[in-house]
């Protein structure tokens, strides 16, 4: 360690910080040791034992920070009239306290913290200096000051909070695993961190300026400053894949929560099981709001009177039931009962008093059920009036039948639509497979039918205190219902770009997303301008498509001018495999020890894997080990939402001509990269990135000589470049 004063006494801090962590932790399990009494002892006893463990697990989960840093860094506030001295604070991940229950360290969602993040030259909230730490483990590397008021004199520009430290960390390779921000979280993205509870709030942001992670922030900031109720209540993330979950899924137990559900939206109704999607034209009709109509009117024809009079051999005797009488069953039940099983128990009670009364020996309606309820005839009979039904079950038979989609969508979907919605029936229930665009539809079909009647309990539909929702841009109507019926009091944080909406139901404008979601509260918005993660020269030449992806939306404004220029690699079709492999290759030289993606349309992954097979590169596919190898091939409508150290993005012409939303599915390609980027190609390049030279005749930069980087000048009241 260097001979600096400072730096010593820092680090003498931090020690201390983990020394206290770890005496914190040492108490937890005495706690628990307390009760650990075995497996004896009064029922209360064994309640209260349960109960402090579980409480004294949570905690140590939330003491257990792993290999991540503790401390970033430290405030000193202006001295004042109420506080004539100096007062310093230490931040950190967690609060950590020494044995007198004095702060060592204090929490990064703490109100005390907030200044480290927010101040500015224009708003100092208090501070004299502002220090960033660069760690390694607890070992202290170095230390970035920042200094406001009075000791400001000695600043000649401003800078982006942290800037060494931040530029340090975005230039960090890559794991596979998306980081947490909170040692270098910014100014406007603090702001949306600390943002209310209450209603919802939309964060519009450009690649790389941290929406994701920033509403991961959120919600640990939300749990720990609405403890109560929302631990209670439950936070639930929700992604558009599983890809994008395993990415996310350390984030935030890095933060000291690890009791968020994250999830997919399948995830969200029970005992289903949903692979890929439909094509598009099928997927806009199954997002359309007229479903709610179809799966309504679907579940309605399955409550039917009998064709015909019943007759049920009883004894010596016929008991009987008439088509009246199964009508009159059927219409009470819909009066009586909200979801359709939940009557199933009320119309075998009237079939059988209606059977009862049929018999010329006045025996009881229990008496009668004992004796015919196994009958075939019977079982047949209740299963036409009333059957007990699964989500699964109902879709199942509904497009497995045109009869039952032609009565189910008579009112709503026209017959073109209608029978794009049918495929075959399957027999065995226990193995259908449903793609991710009938999860709203089985969501839909949950709430009219309810849990199905059993002794076991069935869950419900859980609602949350509050709901993060991730590229939110590309939910449909249908989707964005569910998610409305999960939220407990309208308490959301709604994230996305909408230069990057690629599904089958993008959407234009957030208006139009709002108009599905709760409305208890004028719902707020929230704009993150300045890009982290997109190197300056990647991020002008992916803006080129931003006037096709979406007119009139301004790209970010990146902070690092500097970084390698995009390559741009032209083959023929009988060198392309080669090309592949060989360019993979050297771009993974490039970015050592960092992770690469291969980003590729769907008419040419298999070619590009085969290439990377064949000449032995060990590489990953997406769709099956996430980004857990160093080289991932990644279709193109998997990439959204992840960043790598190096990005070759296969033939964007195909991008632009297979994807329905060739743009927007181009642009989020082409803004994955935090260092290199390259784009090899067999047709010639799309237009709308083929630069035009400028009145100034400057010459395209991307691909051939590398300029020297133009780095601005920060504005310290807002954090953004003016030069």
């Not at 609602?463 to 590229?471: F, K, L």
């Not at 404004?557 to 360019?583: C, N, Y």
């Not at 991932?632 to 150290?645: A, F, N, S």
Request: glycine share 8%; charged share 25%.
């Amino acid at each position: 360690m260097p001979d600096d004063p400072e730096l010593i006494a820092e680090q003498a801090t931090i020690d201390r910080a983990y020394a206290s962590l770890e005496r914190m932790r040492d108490a937890a399990r005495a706690r628990r040791r307390l009760y650990d009494d075995g497996p004896g002892g009064t029922p209360q006893n064994r309640r209260e034992r349960d109960y402090v463990w579980g409480q004294v697990e949570q905690r140590l989960a939330q003491l257990d920070i792993g290999d991540q840093s503790l401390v970033f860094g430290r405030i000193d506030f202006e001295p004042n009239a109420e506080n004539p001295e100096s007062e310093a604070f230490h931040v950190g991940r967690i609060a950590v306290s020494d044995e007198n229950f004095d702060p060592v360290v204090v929490d990064w969602r703490a109100p005390i913290a907030e200044a480290f993040y927010r101040a500015t030259g224009a708003d100092p909230m208090g501070l004299r200096r502002r220090r960033h730490f660069a760690t390694r483990g607890r070992m202290l590397l170095g230390m970035d000051d920042e200094l406001f008021g009075s000791a400001a004199a000695a600043l000649d520009s401003g800078t982006v909070e942290g800037h060494g430290a931040l530029i340090s960390a975005l230039e960090e390779a890559r794991t596979g695993r998306l980081s947490d921000i909170v040692a270098t979280i910014q100014g406007e993205q603090d702001v949306v961190i600390r943002s209310p509870l209450p209603g919802v709030l939309v964060v519009q942001g450009g690649p790389g300026t941290g929406k994701t992670v920033v509403a991961l922030h959120r919600a640990a900031f939300l749990l720990y400053t609405h403890r109560f109720p929302l631990e209670g209540q439950g936070v639930l993330v929700v992604g558009p894949n599983r890809v994008f979950l395993n990415y996310i899924e350390q984030v935030l137990p890095s933060l000291g929560e690890a009791g968020v559900q994250i999830a997919v939206l399948a995830d969200l109704v029970p005992d289903i099981r949903a692979v890929g999607r439909d094509e598009e034209s099928v997927a806009r009709i199954k997002g359309d709001l007229r479903m709610i109509d179809v799966v309504a009117r679907a579940v309605r024809d399955r409550e039917r009177p009998l064709r015909e009079t019943l007759r049920v051999p009883f004894g010596v005797q016929f008991l009987t039931m008439s088509v009246e009488q199964s009508t009159e069953i059927v219409a009470d039940a819909r009066r009586r009962f909200r979801t359709h099983n939940a009557a199933r128990r009320h119309v075998e009670r009237r079939f059988f008093e209606a059977l009862a009364a049929s018999s010329r020996t006045e025996d009881e309606p229990s008496v009668v059920r004992e004796r015919v309820r196994h009958l075939t005839e019977v079982r047949l009979a209740l299963e036409r009036i009333w059957p007990v039904l699964t989500p699964s079950e109902l879709l199942n038979d509904l497009f497995g039948s045109p009869g039952l989609l032609r009565s189910a969508c008579d009112r709503s979907i026209s017959r073109e639509e209608w029978e794009l919605l049918g495929r075959p029936r399957r027999s065995d229930t226990a193995t259908l497979e449903f793609t991710h665009d009938d999860v709203p539809l089985l969501d839909e079909a949950l709430e009219r039918l309810g849990p199905v009647p059993s002794r076991r309990p069935q869950p419900e539909v859980r609602t949350y205190g509050h709901i993060v929702v991730d590229e939110a841009q590309d939910l449909s109507p249908m989707q964005l219902r569910m998610l409305d019926r999960r939220s407990l009091n309208g308490s959301m944080t709604v994230v996305g770009d909408i230069a990057q909406a690629t599904g089958a139901w993008a959407h234009d404008g957030w208006e139009s997303v709002l108009a599905h979601l709760p409305d208890r509260r004028t719902p707020r918005f929230a704009e993150l301008r300045i890009g982290y993660r997109v190197p300056g020269p990647i991020m002008d030449f992916a803006a080129r498509v931003l006037p096709l992806a979406a007119p009139g939306l301004e790209p970010p404004e990146s902070i690092r001018r500097a970084g390698e220029p995009p390559l741009l690699v032209a083959t023929g079709d009988e060198e392309f495999d080669a090309e592949v492999v060989s360019l993979v290759l050297s771009e993974l030289a490039a970015v050592q020890p960092g992770h690469l993606a291969v980003v590729a349309p769907g008419s040419l992954v298999d070619r590009v894997d085969a290439a990377l097979a064949g000449a032995g590169v060990p590489y990953g596919r997406a769709s099956r080990q996430g980004l857990e190898q160093q080289v991932t091939l990644v279709p193109i409508w998997l990439v959204k939402g992840l960043e790598l150290d190096g990005v070759v993005v296969i033939e964007p012409a195909a991008i632009l001509a297979e994807e329905a939303r060739g743009a927007q599915a181009l642009y989020v390609a082409l803004t994955r990269s935090t260092k290199r980027l390259a784009v090899l190609h067999i047709r010639p390049l799309p237009e709308v990135l083929v630069d035009t030279p400028s009145s100034g005749g400057d010459e395209d930069a991307f691909g051939g000589e590398r300029s020297d980087a133009h780095v601005p000048a920060f504005d310290l009241d807002g954090g953004r470049p003016v030069g």
